[in-house]
């Protein structure tokens, strides 16, 4: 579907810097919102997800936060390294399927 | 080693000719569903299904076909394939109950129809 609008569709960062991807949603009734990270060549994988009864996940250098009042959720990557370069996937859960955002080419220079 | 397998990798091939895309999970996972990524649309869902021989249509289901025979597979059919067609595949499994879980995706298959 075309639930969820991500942003930016493009973004470079220096090495150790932060990068922050952000996604809206229109369904309330939404309750779960993976992120994914797809290599070139790979498949996405899941690297970080958040639920509704929570308003921050962090595991490491990556974090999201969900704010459902505004209907929007970001994935926050600190101390960025080479090998965080890849295209970043937001979704949203709508009944039985995930609906994914656009995606996010992030590049992480040296 | 758990993972989710596609077949072919790549395919090229010509207008009207069917085709099939296996896809396989060792996991014992009821939840299957295939996906195509094209550039600036990010992915979109063509067919999932809940168990074996329940299937429902995704948001873009035209043009493709899938069964659930057995739990581990779940090929997709093109009957006439088109250029139209034309894209990266991935196939995802996840344990139960739908989308709320970790959706594990295959290497991904990368059709040309001509």
């Known amino acids: 579907g075309e639930n969820v609008e991500q942003h930016p569709s493009t973004l470079s960062v220096q090495e150790g810097d932060s990068a922050v991807i952000k996604c809206t949603y229109s369904?309330?009734?939404?309750?779960?919102f993976p992120w994914y990270k797809q290599e070139l060549g790979k498949g996405p994988q899941l690297i970080i997800d958040?639920?509704?009864?929570?308003g921050e996940k962090k595991d490491q250098r990556i974090a999201v936060t969900l704010n459902k009042t505004a209907k929007h959720f970001s994935l926050h990557i600190t101390e960025t390294q080479p090998e965080d370069s890849a295209v970043y996937f937001c979704?949203?859960?709508?009944?039985?399927?995930?609906?994914f955002g656009k995606g996010t080419s992030l590049l992480v220079t040296p | 080693e758990a993972q989710v397998t596609q077949n072919p990798r790549y395919l090229i091939t010509v207008t009207g000719k069917k085709l099939t895309v296996t896809c396989s999970q060792n996991?014992?996972?009821?939840?299957m569903s295939w996906y195509r990524q094209d550039p600036g649309l990010g992915l979109r869902q063509i067919y999932y299904?809940?168990?074996?021989?329940?299937?429902d249509k995704g948001d873009v289901p035209e043009g493709y076909k899938v069964s659930r025979k057995e739990k581990r597979n779940f090929p997709l059919i093109l009957e006439s394939p088109s250029p139209n067609q034309t894209s990266l595949y991935f196939c995802?499994?996840?344990?139960?109950?739908?989308?709320?879980?970790?959706?594990?995706f295959g290497p991904g298959t990368r059709l040309t129809v001509l």
């Open positions: 996991m014992n996972h009821e939840y």
């Open positions: 979704a949203e859960r709508a009944g039985y399927a995930l609906n």
């Open positions: 995802a499994s996840t344990p139960t109950g739908g989308a709320n879980n970790e959706q594990f």
């Open positions: 369904d309330s009734a939404s309750n779960y």
């Open positions: 958040i639920r509704s009864n929570v």
């Open positions: 299904s809940m168990n074996v021989e329940v299937t």
